[in-house]
T-cell receptor, first 118, second 111 residues
């Protein structure tokens, strides 16, 4: 079974631009979550989508948005990029809602998209 | 407000010895805790978890201990192996809410 895939793997943008990242979950998985990883802050939750609806949202400004399609693929968009947006963006998929049941080892991460903002 | 904290950004351990990674949390409502391991250029992979109703969970070389009164959990790896060198994240969960991660600890196993 193919794992979670993210495209592109690397991206370089300049301040003020916007960017769209893509995540394809494991086949059959309906929940996709996005995380931002930076050296100082670790992994921070951005949002979760389940059945095309945003179910949970972290503490990020409105410049960060996302959506999920009927095939469970998800995209994340960041508008008006800032230098501080440089990070590794990870998406994770799970069969059900985000890790809510005992034995919550059901969240599988993709390799991430490394975004550099110049 | 960092609800899950890993105060040691790095740790070096001799091969064959015990590695102990620590994690503290502030939200007493967390009811499930997980450890993830991350290699460079890869996403985190799940390692082991523990429910708040338990104080210990063991899986092979990995054992997680939970001290609810101290709001502290630790991951023990014994014996440590070179392939254990990675960044380890602890994460906490409340009900069906989002996973809250710590900042990670880079573990280096010295041959």
């Amino acid at each position: 079974k193919a794992g979670v895939t993210q495209t592109p793997r690397y991206l370089i943008k300049t301040r003020g631009q916007q960017v769209t990242l893509s995540c394809s979950p494991i086949s059959g998985h309906r929940s996709v979550s996005w995380y931002q990883q930076t050296p100082g802050q670790g992994l921070q939750f951005l949002f979760e989508y389940f059945s095309e609806t945003q179910r949970n949202k972290g503490n990020f400004p409105g410049r960060f948005s996302g959506r999920q399609f009927s095939n469970s693929r998800s995209e994340m968009n960041v508008s008006t990029l800032e230098l501080g947006d440089s990070a590794l963006y990870l998406c994770a998929s799970s069969l059900l809602r985000l890790a809510g049941a005992p034995g919550t080892d059901t969240q599988y991460f993709g390799p991430g998209t490394r975004l550099t903002v110049l | 407000d960092q609800q899950v904290k890993q105060n040691s950004p790095s740790l070096s351990v001799q091969e064959g010895r015990i590695s102990i990674l620590n994690c503290d949390y502030t939200n007493s409502m967390f009811d499930y805790f997980l450890w993830y391991k991350k290699y460079p250029a890869e996403g985190p992979t799940f390692l082991i978890s523990i429910s708040s109703i338990k104080d210990k969970n063991e899986d092979g070389r990995f054992t997680v201990f939970l001290n609810k009164s101290a709001k502290h959990l630790s991951l023990h790896i014994v014996p440590s192996q070179p392939g254990d060198s990675a960044v380890y994240f602890c994460a906490a969960l409340f009900g069906n809410e989002k996973l809250t991660f710590g900042t990670g600890t880079r573990l280096t196993i010295i041959p």
